[in-house]
């Protein structure tokens, strides 16, 4: 992009300050500036200032969800069609890692975090191993492909170089940036961090394969003929990737895409719940239940809406790609925004000072004409890192690895 065509795009969201100080920059920072912009998805601008935000449900309802004794019953019959899938080259897996550690105590990518206590164990060494326990069964490698953000992008790549990958073939892990969307004051003028550089933040994690297709992955999906995506968030170190009875089951179903759940432990926990909204497959964030629906109970006493997502989701490419033009809801949410002053002085906000956008995966999957709910034992799959200490933290993950036989 050159600086005409940059003017000219910014020019229509009424955004041109941001190449104010165009003719005071050297030739790297008008190239950083320049590809700045190219980069950002200012219509996020216009989507979130439009109210676009969620605004509740009309209706809600259960869903189907095949629950842990279900799977076990017919789990032979899905463990074949989710191997033959595998095998035929027709699985691949999505990390979302574009996460910072700064909440445990990390500057870098939060899948640098190491949980060992006698050795190393990082949290992405976890994931690469869970995935290599189904590679090393069913004999064959899947394609991985790994969504960074701008600010750990080079750091991610080079801490998997450096531990070689955790034994994963290089040749089958693909890395991609996540885009961005920009970061506004209350009158919709986008933050400038420097004068070469718009605040932006990564677009929240509905935009993996809008991602995954300006960076041309999605043709390599195409051209290698894979057909499911097993997309999964990088702090949970117990769950499992490319199942082949969970793709089995969703084949089984004929459905678009599928949702690993557990069976809450209490029904005030905080975990989206995967349910019918509005008629479609849609989940229900836990501060959105009404008293009514979290202690619904159905003619046995069991709670109805019991079952919380944990972000391990399987999609059909097909579905995927139908979808790929319709805009996802932008959702937008107040920020303390750091920023450049008029003086060019950097200000780093005790207070919120304006909006950051984002879309969510939860907002795919009510775009989607079904998904299953599968359910998993959450004492074998679910030990996400979130805090240092407390609910759903390094302590309570260490304590769920080790019950699982992984040293530590």
């Not at 009875?245 to 179903?253: E, K, Q, R, S």
Request: glycine share 8%; charged share 25%.
């Amino acid at each position: 992009m050159n600086y005409n065509e940059a003017y000219e795009l910014l020019k229509k969201f009424n955004q041109e300050h941001i190449l104010k100080y165009y003719d005071e920059l050297d030739e790297a920072g008008k190239n950083q500036l320049l590809e700045a912009v190219s980069n950002t998805d200012f219509t996020f601008i216009n989507d979130g200032n439009e109210g676009a935000d969620r605004s509740g449900y009309s209706s809600v309802e259960p869903i189907k969800v095949l629950t842990v004794d279900e799977i076990q019953k017919d789990n032979a019959k899905y463990y074949e069609l989710g191997s033959e899938a595998i095998k035929s080259g027709k699985v691949g897996a999505v990390l979302l890692a574009g996460g910072m550690g700064t909440r445990l105590g990390i500057t870098g990518p939060k899948g640098k975090f190491d949980i060992g206590l006698t050795r190393h164990v990082y949290i992405f060494q976890r994931l690469i191993e869970n995935l290599m326990d189904v590679t090393n069964d069913l004999n064959v490698y899947v394609h991985l492909f790994v969504m960074t953000s701008d600010k750990n992008d080079e750091e991610t790549r080079a801490f998997f170089r450096e531990h070689n990958y955790f034994g994963y073939p290089s040749e089958y892990v693909h890395f991609f940036v996540q885009d961005l969307a920009p970061a506004t004051d209350y009158s919709g003028k986008v933050y400038m961090e420097s004068k070469s550089l718009p605040a932006t933040s990564p677009n929240g994690n509905g935009g993996w394969y809008s991602s995954m297709a300006r960076s041309g992955m999605t043709d390599m999906i195409r051209d290698r003929g894979i057909e499911y995506l097993n997309c999964f968030a990088v702090d949970n170190v117990l769950q499992r990737i490319a199942d082949p009875v969970f793709i089995g089951a969703c084949i089984a179903d004929k459905s678009p895409c599928g949702a690993k759940v557990i069976s809450k432990v209490s029904p005030d926990e905080k975990v989206g719940v995967l349910c019918l909204v509005d008629g479609r497959p849609g989940i229900v964030e836990y501060y959105e239940l009404t008293d009514e629906l979290r202690d619904a109970k159905d003619e046995n006493g069991n709670y109805i809406y019991n079952y919380g997502v944990i972000l391990n989701y399987l999609f059909k490419v097909s579905d995927l790609n139908k979808i790929q033009d319709e805009k996802l809801p932008v959702h937008r949410v107040e920020k303390k925004i750091p920023y450049m002053n008029e003086q060019g002085e950097f200000i780093s906000p005790d207070e919120p000072n304006g909006y950051k956008f984002e879309s969510l995966i939860l907002d795919m999957i009510k775009m989607m004409d079904g998904c299953l709910g599968y359910e998993v034992v959450r004492e074998k799959e679910f030990a996400p890192i979130k805090n240092m200490t407390g609910i759903d933290s390094v302590e309570s993950a260490r304590e769920l690895v080790k019950k699982n036989g992984i040293e530590l």
